[in-house]
Nanobody
Framework: QVQLVESGGGLVQAGGSLRLSCAAS????????MGWFRQAPGKEREFVAT????????AYADSVKGRFTISRDNAKNTVYLQMNSLKPEDTAVYYC?????????????WGQGTQVTVSS
């Protein structure tokens, strides 16, 4: 079992930046590949980014490629999502996820989510 707690969401103007953090507890953090998903109002949940156990491999949705960066610090049991050049269409609840396998596509574990709102 692993517990995931997101933080860092908020309200930002278009073009701005936010960094989301996800603190993990439970079994060894480095045993898990990690991912970020998001769900906008009235839309299905979608994949955003994923990172391998040691952070050597990453992958992104086309919609965020070049603007978002996923990273992890295994010593701190934390994964991050740096979001730059934010757009109103990035508004969503962002979820931290964990899975045994990389890339994370159908996560075993989910956090409670953090709201990101981008104003135009």
């Amino acid at each position: 079992q692993v517990q995931l707690v997101e933080s860092g969401g908020g309200l930002v103007q278009a073009g701005g930046s936010l960094r989301l953090s996800c603190a993990a507890s439970g079994r060894t953090f480095s045993s898990y590949a990690m991912g970020w998903f998001r769900q906008a109002p009235g839309k299905e949940r979608e994949f955003v980014a994923t990172i391998s156990r040691r952070g050597l491999s990453t992958a992104y949705a086309d919609s965020v490629k070049g603007r978002f960066t996923i990273s992890r610090d295994n010593a701190k049991n934390t994964v991050y999502l740096q979001m730059n050049s934010l757009k109103p269409e990035d508004t969503a609840v962002y979820y931290c996820t964990a899975d045994t396998f990389y890339p994370v596509t159908t996560p075993d574990y989910w956090g409670q989510g953090t709201q990101v709102t981008v104003s135009s």
